[in-house]
């Protein structure tokens, strides 16, 4: 079931604009999901409760080297994607190699954009735009201590000894 979910950006913009067709929301983030965790599931859940249907977007292998470190990410775009695809909250996944996620955002023109709470409205990438049709923009609460990189810290602390 996974796999149906992750999805092309040219198929993934023909079952939005059915599904906008009947009335529902459309709710759109984006992010690396890295050892996925708890952090990111609740994230995601939270997301999901915003609209009717929501489509992460997940960089590219590529992209998170230029944004984060040379030696991220840890898991593959492959199982990163198949991984998100498989949270019950997530209806489609599309895979993006660009630095940020404007374009999609752009081609979907989602209902309503979402980002955790530790980005302010203004730095969202996308929330101009959203905004310019009367989209909504959102930020979430994230779980506190929940991060991948302090997932990855606390490896190398506690078993490089």
Same mark, same amino acid.
């Given at each position: 079931?996974?796999?149906?979910? =992750? $999805?092309?950006? %040219? #198929?993934?913009?023909?079952?939005?604009?059915? &599904?906008?067709? *009947?009335?529902?929301?459309?709710? +759109?983030?984006?992010?690396?999901?890295?050892?996925?965790?708890?952090?990111?599931?609740?994230?995601?859940?939270?997301?999901?409760?915003?609209?009717?249907?929501?489509?992460?977007?997940?960089?590219?292998?590529?992209?998170?080297?230029?944004?984060?470190?040379?030696?991220?990410? =840890? $898991?593959?775009? %492959? #199982?990163?994607?198949?991984?998100?695809?498989? &949270?019950?909250? *997530?209806?489609?996944?599309?895979? +993006?190699?660009?630095?940020?996620?404007?374009?999609?955002?752009?081609?979907?023109?989602?209902?309503?954009?979402?980002?955790?709470?530790?980005?302010?409205?203004?730095?969202?990438?996308?929330?101009?735009?959203?905004?310019?049709?009367?989209?909504?923009?959102?930020?979430?609460?994230?779980?506190?201590?929940?991060?991948?990189?302090?997932?990855?810290?606390?490896?190398?602390?506690?078993?490089?000894?």
């Amino acid at each position: 079931m996974s796999g149906a979910k =992750v $999805i092309s950006l %040219s #198929d993934l913009k023909h079952k939005i604009m059915r &599904l906008k067709q *009947v009335g529902r929301r459309i709710v +759109f983030t984006n992010g690396c999901f890295d050892i996925l965790h708890y952090g990111h599931v609740k994230y995601l859940q939270d997301a999901r409760s915003k609209g009717d249907c929501l489509v992460v977007a997940v960089n590219s292998d590529s992209s998170i080297k230029k944004i984060k470190a040379k030696n991220r990410p =840890v $898991i593959g775009q %492959s #199982d990163r994607l198949k991984t998100v695809a498989a &949270l019950a909250s *997530v209806d489609f996944v599309v895979l +993006f190699n660009e630095n940020n996620p404007l374009r999609l955002i752009k081609a979907l023109k989602p209902d309503v954009l979402i980002k955790g709470a530790d980005w302010s409205k203004k730095k969202i990438i996308g929330a101009d735009f959203v905004e310019s049709y009367g989209g909504k923009v959102l930020t979430v609460n994230l779980v506190k201590g929940r991060s991948t990189s302090a997932i990855i810290e606390k490896i190398i602390r506690d078993f490089s000894k």
